[in-house]
Nanobody, 129 residues
Framework: QVQFVESGGGSVQAGGSLRLSCAIV????????LGWFRQAPGKEREVVAV???????SAADSVKGRFTISKDNAKESLELQMNSLKPEDTGIYYC???????????????????????WGQGTHVTVSS
């Protein structure tokens, strides 16, 4: 059974940092891309960052230079280092695996974020001003 378990969320003040982790259990390596997306109350899911099977990464313009996605194959985990947090980063963060094309389309605004699949329960991030 495949499980994605997110952790590391919390409440921080603007300018602070958090490191999210996603434990991936039972997931066999595939051509799918891994990534993080977030959902704020009343808003559509938004791609945060994506990592391709070959290690290349991409990120939303709103987080470039602040967030870094990485993958630890030995630990079978996906990480998201978030620095210089802003109140608009508040939301529930999910890790997921989806076709790379889907991630690209959502990141470019060509498809809605609801096309992405929430594999786990997510982890809450609250940034106060």
């Amino acid at each position: 059974q495949v499980q994605f378990v997110e952790s590391g969320g919390g409440s921080v003040q603007a300018g602070g940092s958090l490191r999210l982790s996603c434990a991936i259990v039972g997931y066999t390596h595939s051509p799918y891309c891994l990534g993080w997306f977030r959902q704020a109350p009343g808003k559509e899911r938004e791609v945060v960052a994506v990592i391709e099977p070959d290690g290349r990464t991409s990120a939303a313009d709103s987080v470039k230079g602040r967030f870094t996605i990485s993958k630890d194959n030995a630990k079978e985990s996906l990480e998201l280092q978030m620095n210089s947090l802003k109140p608009e980063d508040t939301g529930i963060y999910y890790c997921a695996a989806d076709p790379c094309r889907l991630w690209t389309e959502v990141l470019a605004g060509a498809r809605g974020g609801d096309a992405l699949h929430a594999w786990g329960q997510g982890t809450h991030v609250t940034v106060s001003s």
